[in-house]
């Protein structure tokens, strides 16, 4: 059976990273973009990783310029954006495909575990979120529209 445990991606600073590194850790999953109208929720989801980090919760970030190229800048312009103007200090990934003949394993599985509306897979915009429990199996998919803050109950129920 497979688990967020089985992938690797790589960190914004171009290493390695073991995503069983977060086994045991409730996990949310959010493909990103800094020039997106809804990039603000970036706060929401830095708001969620702080209050719920010391309790097992990890925010994963997956940039993607996929969607209209809102996500244009090298992996240093998204850390330096991201820490600036949305403190964000959970843990970022380099930019990444979620839709395609290039999309990455760990999208690719997602999707087929946990369709869209309608039963599709494909990601419709950024800020697409993934909720998995703390072993590294999917149980929600949210919309671009669904603010962070409305994902609380469900994280609470899993921590």
Same mark, same amino acid.
């Not at 690797?8 to 020039?35: F, I």
């Given at each position: ?61 997956? &940039? ?79 919309? &671009?529209?669904?603010? &962070? ?11």
């Amino acid at each position: 059976m497979t688990s967020i445990q089985d992938f690797e991606a790589r960190s914004l600073a171009g290493k390695p990273v073991a995503l069983r590194d977060y086994q045991g850790k409730v996990v949310l999953v959010v493909n990103t973009a800094s020039k997106c109208g809804f990039t603000p929720q970036y706060q929401g989801l830095e708001e969620l990783y702080k209050k719920y980090q010391n309790r097992g919760l990890v925010v994963l970030g997956f &940039p993607c310029n996929q969607f209209l190229a809102q996500e244009p800048g090298s992996a240093d312009e998204i850390g330096a954006f991201c820490e600036r103007n949305y403190g964000v200090s959970f843990p970022m990934f380099e930019k990444i495909d979620v839709n395609g003949p290039a999309t990455h394993p760990l999208y690719r599985w997602l999707k087929q575990v946990r369709r869209g509306v309608l039963g599709t897979q494909r990601i419709k915009w950024n800020f697409t979120k993934f909720l998995l429990d703390r072993k590294g199996n999917p149980v929600h998919r949210y919309a &671009p529209r669904t603010e &962070p803050q409305a994902l609380a109950k469900d994280i609470e129920a899993l921590l």
